[in-house]
């Protein structure tokens, strides 16, 4: 399961409004409610959100329950 509570502590840090990442990282409001959501989006829409952000990977999101093969 994928989670992007990382992404909410890092605006939350960053003092960032979630419709300010909208227009800073160029996303849709429909990409934004399948983050609110912890839906899977493309990498694409990841690496938008970490270069407006100025961060890394991890401080966006997190792959939870992940099995082994």
Do not use: P
Request: aromatic share 2%.
């Amino acid at each position: 399961m994928v989670s992007y509570e990382k992404l909410w502590e890092t605006l939350k840090q960053k003092n960032i409004r979630k419709h300010n990442l909208m227009e800073m990282a160029d996303i849709s409001s429909t990409t934004l409610t399948k983050l609110n959501k912890n839906e899977i989006v493309a990498l694409t829409v990841i690496v938008k959100i970490c270069k407006a952000l100025n961060c890394q990977i991890e401080d966006v999101v997190k792959i939870n329950n992940v099995d082994m093969l």
